[in-house]
């Protein structure tokens, strides 16, 4: 077998060259990288982060009020208020909102891992009772740069 010699640059020229790394690259490269994380930082003021819990809206109805109840895992109670949104996803109203209207804080009878949330209705939205439809409740809506600068507060 041939023993391969390892290549030796001998002309300084030639190290100098292969050891230095462009100053333009140095300095374009860095302008280029800066107004890369200010552009992102700035989409990210417009970008929506929406915190929401995903729930089954059962349709009631006491005397002449329709509502709806929900039930949500008690771990996301202390998350929720009173007056919270709620996007409803119904295929024949289309997506009504409502609103959080009672939230209890006793199990719910049926699972006692959650907690009943009651929904009101807009008075121009008609649901039938027992309707079963599917809907978020809307925790936070802020963009993605307040919902960091939110995370960094909190520590």
Known sequence: MEERKPIELRS???RNIIGQIPPVLLRYGTVIIGVT?????????YI????TIPVHII???SNDTVYG?????KDRIPLMQTGNRV???????GSPEATVSHI???PARSDGRRREVQIAFPPTVTMQPGDVLEGRIILSD??????????LRGR
Request: aromatic share 6%.
């Open 142 to 151: 802020m963009s993605v740069f307040n919902r960091f600068l939110q995370s």
């Open 12 to 14: 300084e020229k030639v």
């Open 69 to 73: 109840l929900a039930l949500v895992p």
């Open 87 to 93: 996007m409803i996803h119904d295929p024949l109203s």
């Open 59 to 61: 349709i009631e109805q």
């Open 104 to 106: 209890s804080t006793v």
């Open 48 to 51: 929506p982060y929406r915190e």
């Open 37 to 45: 994380l200010a552009a992102l930082c700035m989409l990210s003021m």
